[in-house]
């Protein structure tokens, strides 16, 4: 992991009520920050329903088409991180600018967190950190209440402290470039969603060695599915040979070598040819730049693995699993029965 909040403490916290633009309520503000008792259980479960889901190496910036100067999360987080005095003040300010940020009808009212941490460590720093999460579900809960002779059931609505919504930690290290940020965002499935991440916050990516590995596992499949397919006279084989051969260059290495790619997974001229073409389409698609060398993340990798799928699928009888050599598939087409097939050789079964 980049970062450690295991240790982290809650030194701030105040929870505001936002509304919902669609439905024509305002949002709700607490009139003070929420005090917290040190022997109480309170702060050790808000701390597992805040900080727990943050598991995704992959690190953003502050910033968006307004730039550091216009984001107003930066503002606060600099103000925050300067005076935290002013923690409440800028609590209403960034409850209110993510009100105004929340104008898709399907986005949801709930509950607005602002936190401030402090003992995080990131990049071998101790630093204070901002949290600003957001709760949109609630969850129906069974209430046992015991009678004198018998036990009752009732029920309640909460919050499930394994299941945050939206939440970003702002770590306060490399403040000139927007900070390092942390994001969550589980229910980020439909275009409504962008606006937690790119509407109130601003992110950009991080271009660190999580983000050219990233990148760079993107431009392979995407490459393997859109040129090196069959559709270009690429046998399936060939194809499933080619996403193995990636992956595993990034499971096998601690540096990527641009040079040493094309010639150990690449391999002849025309295809290394095709593949430097796709890339260069891909980094103006995509805005991104990608380094020839950088120090490859095996989180990212380990993450990313499940999206380099090596199945042959015939028809709806088989799916046969390809992990190993090319050369140990033979395809063919049988004459008699008017079927093609595949010939499998192995040493031993297991």
């Not at 430097?276 to 693995?305: A, R």
């Not at 033979?330 to 297991?350: A, V």
Request: net charge negative; with cysteine.
């Amino acid at each position: 992991m980049l970062f450690d909040i295991i240790n982290a403490d809650i030194e701030q916290l105040v929870i505001h009520k936002i509304g919902s633009r669609t439905d024509n309520t305002e949002n709700a503000y607490s009139q003070k920050c929420v005090e917290l008792e040190e022997d109480s259980p309170i702060p050790f479960l808000l701390k597992q329903y805040f900080l727990a889901s943050f598991r995704e190496p992959s690190l953003y910036h502050l910033g968006g088409i307004k730039g550091l100067a216009g984001n107003i999360v930066y503002q606060s987080a600099c103000a925050i991180f300067d005076n935290p005095a002013l923690f409440y003040e800028h609590s209403r300010i960034l409850a209110a600018s993510l009100y105004e940020n929340s104008s898709h009808p399907q986005i949801k009212p709930g509950e607005f967190y602002l936190t401030l941490f402090d003992g995080v460590q990131i990049f071998d720093q101790t630093v204070k950190c901002l949290g600003i999460f957001k709760s949109e579900n609630k969850e129906t809960y069974l209430k046992i209440c015991s009678g004198e002779n018998s036990f009752d059931v009732n029920y309640e609505e909460g919050i499930n402290i394994r299941k945050l919504d939206k939440g970003c930690l702002i770590f306060n290290v490399e403040r000139e470039k927007g900070f390092a940020v942390s994001l969550i965002d589980k229910v980020s499935k439909h275009n409504e969603a962008l606006f937690w991440k790119e509407d109130f916050l601003g992110l950009e990516d991080r271009q660190d060695n999580n983000f050219f590995t990233h990148n760079y596992l993107n431009v392979c499949k995407e490459f393997v599915s859109d040129v090196f397919s069959p559709a270009n006279d690429v046998p399936r084989t060939d194809q499933i040979d080619m996403l193995n051969r990636s992956i595993n260059y990034f499971k096998d290495n601690t540096l990527f070598d641009e040079g040493k790619f094309e010639q150990e997974v690449l391999g002849a001229p025309d295809i290394v040819n095709a593949f430097n073409q796709f890339k260069e389409f891909y980094e103006s698609e995509n805005n991104v730049s990608l380094n020839e060398e950088f120090k490859i993340s095996p989180d990212v990798v380990k993450k990313e693995n499940k999206y380099f799928k090596s199945v042959l699928k015939l028809d709806k009888n088989f799916h046969v699993y390809v992990h190993g050599n090319r050369r140990f598939i033979e395809k063919g087409f049988d004459q008699s029965k008017g079927l093609h097939y595949y010939k499998l050789f192995f040493e031993c079964e297991s």
